[in-house]
C-alpha cells in the first residue's frame, strides 16, 4: 500500500501524524546544493525546496524535495508519490487538486498546513502548465 492509501485509511490524527512522519523518511533528501532560492516555495509553514527534472531519454519526471518539518517532509512525499518516475505526458495529465481532495487531507491539518501544501500545488501546477508538451 502506498504512502498516500495508508494516510487516507488512518483512524484519527494520531495514526495520521505517525504514518505522515514514516513517509517523510521514505522522502529521499534533496542535496544541499539543490536547496536555492530557485527551488524555494514561499508561503510554508516550514521551509520547503521542490526540484523537478525530466530525464529527455526516458522522457520521466523525476521530483526531489526538502523540509526540515518531519510532517511537512511526509506531505511531500504524499504529494510526489504518483507523480515519480511518470512520462511527461502522464505528470502534464495529473490532477493535482483532485488528488488531494480524494485524500482527505483538509481534515487533518492545520490552515497553515492547507496553505502550504497548495503552494507546492501551485508550483507543481505552474510546471504542468509551462512544459510544452502538455
Known amino acids: 500500500m502506498n504512502w498516500a492509501e495508508q494516510v487516507k485509511n488512518s483512524?484519527?490524527?494520531?495514526?495520521?501524524?505517525?504514518?505522515?512522519?514514516?513517509?517523510?523518511?521514505?522522502?529521499?533528501?534533496l542535496d544541499e546544493q539543490d536547496r536555492s532560492d530557485s527551488h524555494y516555495i514561499e508561503g510554508c509553514e516550514s521551509p520547503v525546496w521542490l526540484k523537478v527534472s525530466i530525464d529527455?531519454?526516458?522522457?520521466?519526471?523525476?521530483i526531489e524535495a526538502y523540509s526540515p518539518g518531519k510532517i511537512v517532509r511526509?506531505?511531500?512525499?504524499?504529494?510526489?508519490?504518483?507523480?515519480?518516475?511518470?512520462?511527461?505526458?502522464?505528470f502534464c495529465n495529473f490532477d493535482l487538486l483532485m488528488y488531494i481532495s480524494e485524500l482527505?487531507?483538509?481534515?487533518?491539518?492545520?490552515?497553515?498546513?492547507?496553505?502550504?501544501?497548495?503552494?507546492?500545488?501551485e508550483?507543481?501546477?505552474?510546471?504542468?502548465?509551462?512544459?510544452g508538451s502538455c
Open 74 to 90: 511526509g506531505l511531500l512525499q504524499l504529494v510526489i508519490e504518483p507523480l515519480q518516475g511518470q512520462p511527461v505526458q502522464t
Open 11 to 29: 483512524h484519527g490524527w494520531d495514526a495520521a501524524t505517525r504514518k505522515l512522519m514514516l513517509a517523510g523518511k521514505a522522502l529521499p533528501i
Open 104 to 121: 482527505g487531507l483538509t481534515r487533518l491539518l492545520s490552515p497553515s498546513r492547507n496553505n502550504g501544501v497548495l503552494k507546492v500545488i
Open 123 to 131: 508550483r507543481l501546477r505552474a510546471l504542468q502548465r509551462s512544459l
Open 56 to 62: 529527455e531519454q526516458s522522457d520521466q519526471v523525476s
